[in-house]
């Protein structure tokens, strides 16, 4: 038993990791979410109460479940690097480790940690004559509204955090669960994903308060109203009805026949000489097959780092774009690499007019350990865990540019990759200019075949689809592998690419209609950003300088 009773807590925390790490692809099992910090919180709380320093074990338990998560849901960077996967956790969990760190200081305490245990007894067999239940800040239901909100502001300002520090991945937050339960992601277009973590993150704890409540009553045989397990739930109604009416309200839109080409070049041969011959064949034939679709599509798209070499730059790749374009009525949007004075872009491109009208847009988010190694000069140990996956820098591109198709009714934000994971620099694009009425389509090119056919590509998607939300504006994704996909505007993917099989990893292409929308109405996230998030920031710094003033005070 005692064995046992040193070991649960551990096992509590890697079981957070491991049911946090089940809502997200591979295995998709959403509503998970919902008591995935359960067992974390459970081990913070009751347990450890003799630690000599229960800080730094409420950091390690909250360290452990971070790893547990880290490594098993981002498993699928071992496809890059093996070492950098490893290393990268170490890093990434040091933000679950703070939010633990944070729910122990907050931690209700009880009378009985003041009194003996006979005494405690003994107010316990009054509790059940007199059918009252002893004095404990577990029993009250402001008490827990109280806790609930505090801790799941900090939980959505670690996610915060880590979306934006040392260039930012924020990847997979606990809102992110939700991406296929649409009604419930609908309140994005105010609070962004922060708020969708807010929700889950309360709920996680309220279903902790109500469960030792429980037990507390059980004691004394007494029951009160539990109004913070019924506003809890109420609220989440409130969320879904929400949700449920906000996506049947339909705004002007005006149909845009697009066709997104799935190449499916395996990664080892995107750059390789021997192969330029055979891409070449690929694009033309996929491409054909769009165009000679009825009525023959207004957008084409290639995904990112389509061609061999760069199209502005490079002879061949550049007379295979523009003799294709020169032949073909629609416009063309495609990836490749650009470069000026030196220095590369991971740059999208759209061509119109016959190859008459070229218009350019360099990466602005670039993905560290993935297009850059940070202090590679200053520190040669970075450089070396990754190995010759990233043997140069690309340059960060400064504006985010644009793009008008022929079509001018159309204005299209050409992101590249991970750009479509990070709501703040998809916005931008949205924001209407001196020159420009803002993006009223997203458009996202991406390379997912590093990953190979591992959860990477979908667990990109599932990030992605938000920003529909955020911005209420529809996106098209063409990618290399992984997923090619039509989203609408509330974040519901409507057409995919799949072969006979149902897999998105195949080479194809996808047409249909995208309903774009006519007004450019911008929503509350769009004209402020994460401004949620930064309130529950405000709000936890808060709480911590108070927790810690009140606890100095106790003897």
Request: proline share 5%.
């Amino acid at each position: 038993m005692r064995k046992l009773a040193v070991a649960w807590p551990w096992l509590a925390a890697i079981c957070s990791g491991l049911l946090y790490t089940s809502c997200f692809a591979p295995f998709n099992l959403t509503w998970l979410c919902w008591i995935a910090l359960a067992p974390l919180i459970t081990a913070i709380w009751f347990s450890g109460r003799e630690s000599r320093h229960p800080w730094l074990r409420n950091l390690a338990l909250g360290y452990v479940t971070g790893l547990t998560f880290f490594w098993t849901a981002l498993s699928w960077l071992t496809t890059v690097s093996v070492l950098g996967w490893f290393v990268l956790q170490f890093y990434m969990a040091i933000y679950v480790a703070l939010w633990a760190w944070f729910c122990g200081l907050l931690r209700p305490r009880e009378a009985r940690r003041q009194l003996s245990a006979s005494k405690w007894d003994q107010m316990l067999a009054e509790a059940r004559s007199t059918a009252a239940l002893p004095r404990s800040p577990w029993t009250k239901s402001t008490n827990n509204l109280l806790l609930a909100f505090l801790l799941a502001a900090a939980w959505a300002t670690q996610e915060w955090l880590r979306g934006w520090v040392f260039s930012g991945w924020g990847w997979n937050g606990l809102g992110v669960a939700l991406h296929d339960t649409w009604p419930l992601i609908q309140i994005a277009e105010f609070t962004g994903v922060a708020g969708l973590s807010f929700m889950v993150a309360f709920a996680n704890v309220i279903l902790v308060t109500t469960a030792y409540r429980l037990v507390l009553e059980a004691r004394t045989h007494t029951t009160r109203p539990h109004f913070d397990l019924t506003l809890t739930m109420a609220a989440i109604v409130g969320v879904l009805t929400f949700g449920l009416r906000a996506s049947q309200v339909s705004a002007p839109t005006k149909p845009l026949r697009v066709a997104a080409v799935q190449s499916n070049v395996p990664q080892n041969q995107k750059f390789d000489p021997q192969f330029t011959t055979k891409i070449f064949d690929k694009f033309r034939s996929l491409s054909e097959i769009a165009l000679r679709s009825n009525p023959p599509p207004d957008l084409l798209i290639w995904p990112e780092s389509s061609m061999p070499g760069p199209v502005l730059i490079e002879p061949e790749s550049n007379k295979f774009v523009m003799d294709l374009t020169a032949s073909a009525e629609s416009d063309l949007l495609l990836g490749t690499i650009d470069e000026e004075n030196r220095d590369f872009y991971n740059a999208a491109l759209l061509i119109s007019d016959g190859g008459e009208r070229v218009q350019a847009y360099r990466k602005v988010h670039l993905v560290p350990f993935g297009e850059y190694v940070p202090g590679r000069h200053r520190v040669p140990l970075l450089a070396r865990i990754v190995g010759d996956q990233v043997p140069g820098d690309f340059s960060a591109g400064r504006e985010y540019t644009v793009f008008s198709l022929t079509n001018s009714d159309v204005q299209v934000a050409p992101l590249i990759c991970f750009e479509d994971t990070i709501g703040e620099l998809v916005r931008q694009f949205v924001l209407p200019t001196e020159t420009n009425p803002g993006a009223n389509l997203l458009v996202d090119i991406t390379n997912d075949g590093w990953f190979l056919h591992s959860a990477g590509s979908h667990q990109h998607l599932a990030n992605a689809i938000f920003r529909c939300v955020e911005t209420r504006r529809p996106m098209v994704r063409a990618a290399n592998t992984g997923v090619t996909c039509f989203v609408n505007q509330s974040g519901r993917i409507t057409q995919a690419l799949r072969d006979e099989t149902g897999s998105t990893f195949t080479e194809g292409v996808l047409t249909g209609e995208i309903n774009v929308p006519t007004e450019h109405e911008l929503t509350f996230y769009t004209r402020h950003g994460e401004l949620f998030a930064k309130l529950c920031a405000v709000i936890t710094v808060v709480a911590i300088l108070i927790a810690t003033v009140i606890q100095r005070r106790k003897p």
